[in-house]
């Protein structure tokens, strides 16, 4: 792994663990995952292969993104703090929940490039996949899905917050007759 898909990856986890103490909902707070994981999939994915089973594998990367991603959607708290601003607060499960997302991704990078190389390849042949491009679409489409699909369930329950009860407005004036 390279020094950008570190701090690629540090990047993911911080965003959520700066969300357990509870962080302002902004959109760029809500996009700047989406950016992240974007600029890792234009730079990796170059394709997803559909020979073998190589397709089965892209597609269970990206089921395995969508359960974890939904999971840490699902286990953040969206409310008003006092001062009327949306706040997303993730918890203890959606902080385990990401983090397991990208160590996952990271310890498969982290195996497959210091000795077990081999094993990986003797795992494709006995399972039909017959590229290293399958694992790398099964790895991005993993977190791609994961990230979208914590980012639409925070952006819906915004939304939903929003509906119900929008931003306090100003006071409005007393009238004249009841000061």
């Known amino acids: 792994m390279s020094i950008s898909d570190y701090l690629l990856n540090g990047a993911l986890v911080a965003l959520v663990i700066l969300q357990i103490r509870g962080r302002r909902i902004t959109v760029r707070n809500l996009a700047l995952p989406l950016v992240i994981v974007a600029v890792a999939a234009m730079t990796y994915l170059h394709g997803v ?15 395995a993104g969508l359960l974890l991603g939904g999971g840490c959607g699902l286990a953040t708290a969206v409310y008003r703090r006092a001062d009327g601003a949306p706040v997303a607060k993730a918890g203890a499960v959606a ?75 100003a006071p409005a004036p007393v009238p004249a007759e009841l000061s």
Not at 55 to 60: C, D, I, R, T
Not at 105 to 133: K, N
Request: net charge positive; glycine share 8%; aromatic share 6%.
């Open 49 to 63: 292969p559909t020979a073998g089973n190589d397709l089965m594998l892209a597609l269970a990367g990206a089921a």
């Open 95 to 169: 902080a385990v929940l990401w983090v397991a997302g990208v160590g996952a991704r990271m310890a498969f990078a982290l195996y497959a490039t210091h000795g077990g190389g081999r094993s990986i390849g003797r795992f494709s042949i006995a399972h039909h996949i017959t590229s290293a491009q399958a694992w790398v679409a099964c790895l991005i489409l993993m977190a791609l899905v994961e990230v979208v699909s914590r980012s639409a369930i925070l952006a819906a329950k915004y939304s939903a917050l929003v509906r119900l009860r929008p931003a306090a407005a």
